[in-house]
């Protein structure tokens, strides 16, 4: 965001797959993150759409912080920064051979099915039984729900064409979704556990020793982690009462240790003040693709933010970026939202509600005259750079819901940034 007199503009990916500015609110397409069956959730993009039609909002699509414009360049031009621009890295195994062919990440393959530009060539292999997913957060959920869904229930949403081709010829039968802890620190929610257990020809199996004795905590939880601990309970009690050509095994305390050619190996776990520690013993699964879903880091984008690398997110005191660090000196004027300042953590709702804060405590800084709106600034001047407006972007949006209604679908995605900008007009 950056605030130019009392106008305001933030920073976030767009459809075009570039960094773009906008005032009052982050505007950002929600078709590349969210699971295509879950079009409730893509429906924020209504709220974004009365934001961006504001007066007051000025809109840069196609514009990318650190190589069409500065840091300093914004700061310059506006009287404060928002940096809103997300976490786009992965989080690595560091385990040998973490590099073949059948081993990506669950990032990239939810940016696949999605229609994220510069995905569509991924390919992943899906000609073998069995897949193993390393994480059990939601997107790693996400990913064997896609991956064991009936294509029919796919073929109404807006997953790419060669994604549906693709998973049309998949054999995948099995999903294994492998987290060093045990269920009662499961990162899924409850929704999307109930989502997988619903899915038609889809067989849940659980290991009984994964859950000795956790029906005895179960009065010590809090209410959202008791739900989802109960959910898994029953599950486990009446499993074998369905039948299905699919598996979905969930499977705790375990450890990634090595990747070979069709397999890969764990360290059996055990928990200690809830932290995984590995033990002697080992296990191995068959995995012909390996999909890792293990966390989220942002990248540094422009040599103006003070970036902890270690941690992947900019340094900051309730999204206010820090000038030093060390002494908690905060930088006037430049602040930071999202998982870029808290690391990625949380669901949908966590996010927004930090966002809210971040835009009261601007709010704060200027009603207090912390920070300084006095003079006239003068925003952003992008001649001679093909941006794409507001009216550029309602274009492709139009574009691509009239390219999905004819196939049956909300939308077909364009997955060409020269072809976006083609009809955008630019």
Not at 260 to 267: L, Q, V
Request: charged share 25%; hydrophobic share 35%; glycine share 8%.
């Amino acid at each position: 965001m950056l605030i130019s007199a009392h106008d305001c503009v933030c920073t976030a990916f767009h459809r075009t797959y570039r960094l773009t500015t906008c005032p009052i609110m982050q505007i950002a397409h929600c078709s590349f993150g969210v699971a295509p069956d879950h079009p409730e959730v893509k429906n924020v993009i209504n709220t974004f759409t009365k934001t961006a039609e504001h007066p007051r909002l000025r809109y840069f699509g196609n514009i990318s912080l650190g190589t069409d414009v500065s840091l300093r360049e914004l700061r310059d031009r506006y009287h404060a920064v928002l940096l809103t621009y997300g976490a786009d890295q992965d989080r690595q195994l560091e385990l040998e051979n973490e590099q073949l062919d059948n081993v990506i990440s669950a990032r990239k393959f939810v940016a696949w099915y999605n229609g994220l530009p510069g995905a569509e060539n991924l390919a992943p292999d899906l000609s073998g039984r069995d897949v193993t997913i390393v994480g059990q957060g939601n997107v790693a959920v996400d990913v064997a729900r896609m991956l064991l869904s009936p294509l029919d229930a796919l073929k109404t949403t807006d997953t790419t064409e060669y994604a549906l081709e693709a998973l049309s010829c998949s054999q995948v039968e099995r999903v294994h979704l492998v987290g060093r802890r045990g269920p009662l620190q499961a990162a899924f929610t409850i929704k999307e556990l109930r989502e997988m257990l619903k899915l038609p020809n889809v067989d849940t199996r659980w290991r009984t020793e994964d859950f000795s004795g956790i029906d005895m905590q179960l009065d010590k939880l809090q209410r959202p982690r008791k739900r989802l601990t109960e959910l898994m309970l029953k599950s486990l009690k009446e499993q074998g009462r369905i039948s299905g050509s699919k598996q979905f095994l969930p499977i705790f305390l375990r450890a990634p240790k090595a990747i070979a050619p069709g397999e890969m190996e764990f360290s059996v776990t055990e928990l200690q003040q809830e932290a995984a520690v590995p033990t002697s013993s080992t296990e191995r699964l068959p995995s012909h693709l390996i999909l890792r879903s293990i966390g989220y880091k942002s990248s540094c984008v422009d040599t103006g933010i003070n970036f902890d690398t270690r941690r992947g997110r900019v340094h900051n005191i309730n999204g206010r970026i820090l000038k030093d660090d060390a002494t908690g000196e905060v930088d006037p004027g430049l602040y930071v939202a999202g998982w870029l300042g808290t690391g990625p953590t949380g669901v949908i709702v966590t996010t927004m509600n930090g966002a809210f804060a971040v835009a009261k405590t601007i709010c704060d800084d200027i009603n207090t005259n912390a920070l300084d709106t006095s003079s006239v600034k003068p925003g952003y001047d992008a001649d001679g750079k093909r941006v794409v407006t507001w009216d550029g972007w309602q274009r492709i949006n139009d574009f691509e819901s009239a390219a999905g209604k004819a196939k049956g679908k909300p939308r077909e995605k364009i997955v060409s940034i020269e072809e976006m900008l083609r009809v955008a007009g630019v």
